[in-house]
């Protein structure tokens, strides 16, 4: 596991209740390796994990990735929780990658936060940051206020 960051304390936000908590978030780029994400979570039992590059039909608790933006071969990103998922929203990168490829980003609130989970666009062939700028962009416009983890 690349990253693995346990949070806190997170605040939420002021609709909600003020107490303090600690979540345990993982963010990996799986690189499309085979059930890659399902033996993270049984392995690291995370609140919240935000996958990039997950193969999502390899996943062997498909249950825990009903949350995810995956092209039809099933690759993309996803967001997985021990609590419920609401506010789920899918953006595709303004460009194509090399190939006809559109980079994929899910985002989702659970515990009271807004995830992002963004694998953004590359530049391929010729590493242009200005798309992967307007990427971005794309996202944020559609974020809504309060607490968020942006991560990819």
């Not at 908590?21 to 039992?45: G, T």
């Not at 039809?72 to 460009?95: C, D, H, L, W």
């Not at 006809?100 to 940051?129: C, D, E, L, M």
Request: aromatic fraction near 10%; charged fraction near 20%; include cysteine.
């Amino acid at each position: 596991i690349r990253r693995c960051w346990e949070g806190g304390p997170i605040q939420e936000s002021p609709n909600e209740s003020s107490h303090v908590r600690k979540i345990r978030v993982i963010v990996q780029n799986l690189e499309k390796r085979s059930a890659l994400a399902s033996e993270l979570i049984d392995k690291y039992s995370p609140d919240v994990m935000l996958a990039q590059e997950i193969n999502i039909y390899s996943e062997t608790n498909l249950k825990s990735f009903l949350t995810s933006n995956v092209s039809s071969m099933g690759y993309g990103t996803a967001i997985s929780s021990n609590e419920q998922i609401t506010n789920i929203r899918k953006v595709f990168a303004p460009y194509e990658n090399a190939f006809f490829i559109k980079k994929k980003t899910i985002i989702a609130r659970t515990k009271g936060i807004q995830f992002v989970s963004f694998h953004g666009y590359n530049g391929q062939p010729f590493k242009n940051v200005d798309k992967l700028v307007k990427h971005v962009e794309a996202v944020l416009s559609i974020l809504t206020a309060g607490p968020t983890v942006f991560a990819g």
